[in-house]
């Protein structure tokens, strides 16, 4: 899995993908006809064994959160947006880098100086800032300009029998496609690895461009199977396969389509779970009403601690992924559905 | 700059607290080359003989904050803290536990559909993830240490980043100093202390500064770097050289034989005035036996007791220059 940590280590802060494109093009461009459209979608025409029936979409997403500077201040601080939702918590005392290598620290007033009342309140994001070691605005202006944006600055590497990294999200579902798409397919169908999810503008263009029939979106979802959380609140679990989305945030998925996945995981004897609790959201929100109309699959990583610097995830949940994903693309394209 | 670089790179590296040996491991392999040394316990001495009985100490606290696990099931893990830590901090963050191996560990953050944003978990209700199932009792017992893991960083100027910085900053200086001494015939004999348990109460210091029974000794430590959350009044500037303490509690000859050697070796120093305890082993150590006269010197130091600490090397140096001049003085 040595492609999945380079995809991870990479920086794709939703809008500056291009690190992240510039490696799957290279990755996929001898096995698809692959253009980039003006958002900065990628979107790969993949030759199967076989002409397909219909015409399947399969995406996933190549950004991730992180943070856009948008202030220096006069002692060489920068304030700063995040970019995706990331909760306050997990951003204290965290190292981020920037394209150009320059390494910063989020702030953390000492313990030692909380008044009355600090330890227990959460600060406001708004009162952070990232500290690049500069002593000046002009020393900071040298290393970061207003605008460039910084990912967690974590390493892949092992938690166990899982993986821990930043960036799970979707970077997995960015591997299982071009699996998928080096594994040789039996049908043609279109591979979008897309920009600007986490703010929401993902897939509309690409899906446009495309006008499938059918999209398999490949993502990463909350899994929240941790010690003290009850059965009916953890979501989905690490380790127990692909999860299925029946309804988040942004998508009532097709019925029939749900229940075709979960029938054909069972019949191929692919690991697979259902994600038991209506939340967040992804692709197939933009994707499934783009057009006249796109019947729509959502098939899942589960992942702990989403959109932080240590997302964890089970190798074999990866797998199962893609393996579903491949099964479901060959069935729709097949045109076997009515 | 780059040696002092490169020890500072391996100390902060290294874990230490609690019986963890990493950093004294590496401080000896440093200690070693300029003054004979011994440990006592979890505590490293080293010893510079020079002429006359005069003996200074010089302390520098090696170990870090931490924690030790108190449950251990399907592998999630129960902790309580070693030293002071802000729980708000802690959702998601890395860690190392040390078990019968060292294994990855990443403390549980509940995801948004459970949890509101504000709310703050004491560290004692919060749990580790090992990522290793049922494995992770074979493996990992309760009393085990946990360190923070956050790899050594370099910065914008001399200033760099890590975990453990405090005090590992301290134990880079006595290490320079030592250095600078090796090479000079002395007028009296010098202490390294690399002192345990600062974190938990000063217990390394108090115990071996009985032993050693020092004419006087410095005590070298961090403390409150500039930040804009901080008022300036409470923090010295980093880049700004040594802070020089100054409280009742020190001694005042000592305090400004320490102000001289820094004029006489034209290192930046700073002030930081107390109105009596200064929180570190300066404390215990002017408070052995019958009295030991003592002074203190510290490195500015930003988001202390987090993994992402950060100094600046000149400030370092500064330190070292002028306990270096201030034992030569004697």
Partial sequence: MQELKVLCELSGVSGRENAVRDYIINEIKDYADVKVDALGNVIAFVRGKKRAVKRVMADAHMDEVGFIVTYITDDGMLKFA????INVGVLLARRVRFDNGTVGVISMKPVHLLGDGEKDKMPSEDSLYIDIG????????MAVAIGDCAVFDEPYEALGELV???????????WALIDIIKSGPEYDFYATFTAREEIGAGARTSTFAVDPDYAVVIESTTAADIAGVPDDKK???????????????????????????LSTAQKKNISHQIKTFVSGGNNAAGIHQTGDGVRTVAISVPCRYIHSASSVAAISDVKAVRDLSSAMIEKFASGELK | ??????????????DGFGGLSGALDVAESYLSKYASVRRVGNNLIGEIKGKGSHTVMLDAHIDEIGMVVTS????????????????????????????KEDVRGVFCSAPPHLDKEDK?????????DTGLGDKAEKIISVGDRITFEQSFKELAGDRVTAK????????????????????????????FLLSDMEEIGGMGAKTNTFSVFPDEAVAVDVSFGDTPDVSREKTGTLGGGAMLGVSPLLDRTVTDGLKNAAIQCGAKLQFEVMGGRTATNADSITLTKSGVPTGLLSIPLRNMHTPVEVVDLKDIESVASILAEYVLSK
Avoid: P
């Fill in chain 2, 1 to 14: 700059m780059s040696d002092l670089k490169e020890i500072l790179k391996n100390l902060c590296e290294a």
């Fill in chain 1, 134 to 141: 500069a002593s000046s605005s002009d020393e900071a202006k």
């Fill in chain 2, 72 to 99: 251990v099931k399907n592998g999630f893990l129960k902790v309580a803290n070693v030293g002071g830590i802000d729980s708000r901090m802690l959702a998601a963050m890395k860690v190392t536990v040390h078990g």
């Fill in chain 2, 164 to 191: 453990s910085l405090d005090n590992r900053a301290g134990c880079a200086a006595l290490i320079s100093c030592a250095q600078k001494l090796s090479v000079e015939a002395l007028n009296c004999n010098v202490i």
């Fill in chain 1, 235 to 261: 979501v989905c679990a690490v380790g127990k396969g692909a999860a299925v989305l029946f309804m988040d945030r942004g998508t009532l998925y097709d019925k029939d389509l749900f229940e075709l996945t």
């Fill in chain 1, 164 to 174: 821990v990294s930043k960036a799970l999200d979707d970077r997995v579902g960015c």
């Fill in chain 2, 120 to 128: 703050v978990s004491k560290i004692t209700d919060m749990y580790i």
């Fill in chain 1, 82 to 85: 995040t970019v995706g939702g």
